[in-house]
């Protein structure tokens, strides 16, 4: 907690770029589109506040706190087209850590200023993807360059499939899974987390 962020998440200990700072588990909340929770009324802000969409409309709540890690639009961390998130740069202890929710296929325009940011766009708009697809892919394919070289905490948590895909593209630079498949299939969306 913070005053000036309210609820958020903040380093603990140094985090090197490249590192996997969050995956999905099987301890996370998956809320298919047909789940009779979605209809229920008391139930549904909590839903729309801390889900994320996935392509095929999956909402997914994450049961740890990454449900609480704020957006911001020079995000530290973002998530990949291999289905976890990565650290973009350094981030030291004390630091907030901030992602980039405009591949949360946000379906609406939200309006931000994030706080000590020069760059701040000011809005979340739906066709983000459109205009900064490429920006996240380069940033992205940047923090893999270094995945292999960090600790891996998390790294047990990824599937055979995805780690080979990862450490495949780290040693060759060959096979990079874009961000962009984070938009497919979705045609409407929640509040990120």
């Not at 909340?29 to 009779?36: A, C, G």
């Not at 020069?118 to 900064?132: A, E, I, K, T, V």
């Not at 270094?146 to 040693?171: F, G, H, K, N």
Request: net charge negative; aromatic share 10%; glycine share 8%.
């Amino acid at each position: 907690m913070n005053d000036q962020v309210g609820v958020g998440v903040f380093a603990t200990a140094f985090i090197p770029a490249g590192t996997v700072v969050y995956v999905q588990d099987p301890l996370d909340i998956v809320i298919l589109p047909d789940s009779p929770l979605l209809q229920n009324p008391v139930l549904r802000p909590t839903i729309d506040k801390y889900a994320i969409l996935e392509p095929g409309e999956r909402r997914v709540i994450g049961w740890d706190a990454a449900k609480y890690v704020n957006h911001c639009c020079q995000a530290n961390i973002i998530s990949t087209g291999y289905g976890f998130e990565i650290a973009l740069r350094d981030i030291q202890p004390g630091e907030e850590v901030r992602d980039e929710y405009g591949v949360f296929n946000l379906g609406w325009t939200m309006e931000w200023n994030c706080p000590h940011v020069d760059s701040c766009r000011g809005l979340l708009r739906p066709d983000d993807f459109d205009h900064y697809c490429a920006q996240w892919d380069a940033q992205i394919q940047a923090a893999l360059r270094q995945v292999m070289d960090v600790p891996q905490p998390l790294w047990s948590l990824l599937d055979v499939e995805t780690r080979e895909a990862v450490r495949r593209y780290a040693d060759t630079g060959e096979g990079y899974v874009s961000v962009a498949v984070l938009k497919m299939g979705a045609s409407t969306a929640v509040a990120p987390h």
